[in-house]
């Protein structure tokens, strides 16, 4: 089995603070980041005790893919990738919001529909759906952004009486999601692909919203295959999907929800094989490219190399 970046500890000619996300390990410098897209997977906002080999360059490299493609709707973050798992970009003031947008009726959205919710995030939702089913349009369904724990669901009338932004920004936030949605939409829909839900997240830097983070990834998206959608509707059956929603289902299927007092199950190495290759699957369905994996020998000094002829060249 290849190996695993777990995390990391980087020293660089000029200090930088590290925090450390649930899958990312983030350097600061100023208005600058240094992103490292580790391999450590997530899920119930709980980080798994197995990482997965090559995930956090198939990450980096999907949103590389997509960040570059949606320019033109948005400005972003990123201006390089010196490594295949790092990203170095602008540091912006993140807006504690993320804006998920939904097309179809699944997941989080599903389980409280089915369990009799007619509201989400104070979006009315129609009588007499199925799971899978496509919204007559998407619908936004923003969260709050929490430091630790889960996020929580929360409506554009929340969000303007607490003052997290303005009605102006949130307009231009709702206008940026949904542009970014229908792209995202039409490029997964020349690979045979349907997006199915997703989040963005935007910051601001001298006045203006960029979109930060990574985008249209299967840790932030979820995917049906286009081919037989609409047989599987009809009959009734499970969707073909290509996301992390699986590993959720794994974990499920293992006693585990992320609620106080569950133990988390060790992912045995079949397991593990078998989601490197579904994030493979997705990032060459997506992409259209081959998967070309990056050497795993020794993914720190891979790195460190990588950064060498870069201001955050390593101590």
């Given at each position: 089995?290849?190996?695993?970046?777990?995390?990391?500890?980087f020293?660089?000619?000029?200090?930088?603070?590290?925090?450390?996300?649930?899958?990312?390990?983030?350097?600061?410098?100023?208005?600058?980041?240094?992103?490292?897209?580790?391999d450590?997977?997530?899920?119930?906002?709980?980080?798994?005790?197995?990482?997965?080999?090559?995930?956090?360059?198939?990450?980096?490299?999907?949103?590389?893919?997509?960040?570059?493609?949606?320019?033109?709707?948005?400005?972003?973050?990123?201006?390089s990738?010196?490594?295949?798992?790092?990203?170095?970009?602008?540091?912006?003031?993140?807006?504690?919001?993320?804006?998920?947008?939904?097309?179809?009726?699944?997941?989080?959205?599903?389980?409280?529909?089915?369990?009799?919710?007619?509201?989400?995030?104070?979006?009315?939702?129609?009588?007499?759906?199925?799971?899978?089913?496509?919204?007559?349009?998407?619908?936004?369904?923003?969260?709050?952004?929490?430091?630790e724990?889960?996020?929580?669901?929360?409506?554009?009338?929340?969000?303007?009486?607490?003052?997290i932004?303005?009605?102006?920004?949130?307009?231009?936030?709702?206008?940026?999601?949904?542009?970014?949605?229908?792209?995202?939409?039409?490029?997964?829909?020349?690979?045979?692909?349907?997006?199915?839900?997703?989040k963005?997240?935007?910051?601001?830097?001298?006045?203006?919203?960029?979109?930060?983070?990574?985008?249209?990834?299967?840790?932030?998206?979820?995917?049906?295959?286009?081919?037989?959608?609409?047989?599987?509707?009809?009959?009734?059956?499970?969707?073909?999907?290509?996301?992390?929603?699986?590993?959720?289902?794994?974990?499920?299927?293992?006693?585990?929800?992320?609620?106080?007092?569950?133990?988390?199950?060790?992912?045995?190495?079949?397991?593990?094989?078998?989601?490197?290759?579904?994030?493979?699957?997705?990032?060459?369905?997506?992409?259209?490219?081959?998967?070309?994996?990056?050497?795993?020998?020794?993914?720190?000094g891979?790195?460190?190399?990588?950064?060498?002829?870069?201001?955050?060249?390593?101590?």
């Amino acid at each position: 089995m290849a190996e695993a970046l777990r995390e990391t500890n980087f020293t660089f000619d000029s200090p930088a603070e590290l925090y450390r996300g649930k899958v990312r390990d983030v350097y600061r410098r100023g208005d600058r980041l240094l992103m490292v897209a580790s391999d450590r997977i997530s899920s119930f906002d709980h980080v798994l005790p197995r990482a997965i080999p090559h995930k956090g360059q198939i990450l980096n490299q999907i949103a590389a893919h997509f960040l570059e493609s949606t320019r033109d709707i948005c400005p972003n973050w990123l201006e390089s990738n010196p490594d295949p798992n790092v990203a170095v970009g602008k540091a912006c003031q993140p807006i504690p919001i993320e804006m998920v947008i939904r097309g179809y009726l699944v997941g989080h959205g599903w389980r409280v529909y089915r369990d009799g919710g007619r509201e989400l995030c104070g979006v009315t939702l129609p009588e007499g759906m199925r799971e899978a089913d496509a919204f007559p349009e998407p619908i936004i369904t923003p969260a709050t952004k929490a430091e630790e724990g889960h996020d929580e669901d929360i409506s554009r009338e929340a969000i303007l009486e607490r003052g997290i932004v303005d009605a102006v920004t949130y307009a231009k936030l709702e206008n940026f999601t949904r542009r970014l949605f229908a792209r995202g939409t039409a490029m997964a829909a020349e690979r045979g692909l349907i997006l199915v839900d997703t989040k963005y997240e935007f910051g601001l830097l001298d006045g203006e919203i960029y979109l930060i983070d990574e985008i249209h990834t299967p840790d932030s998206s979820r995917y049906f295959y286009a081919e037989g959608y609409a047989q599987r509707q009809e009959r009734g059956e499970h969707q073909k999907q290509l996301s992390k929603e699986f590993v959720r289902e794994w974990l499920m299927e293992h006693d585990f929800r992320g609620l106080d007092g569950q133990t988390m199950p060790e992912m045995p190495d079949e397991f593990v094989d078998r989601v490197t290759q579904r994030y493979t699957e997705l990032y060459e369905r997506i992409t259209g490219k081959t998967f070309q994996p990056a050497d795993t020998f020794d993914i720190e000094g891979r790195i460190r190399t990588n950064l060498e002829s870069t201001s955050w060249a390593t101590k």
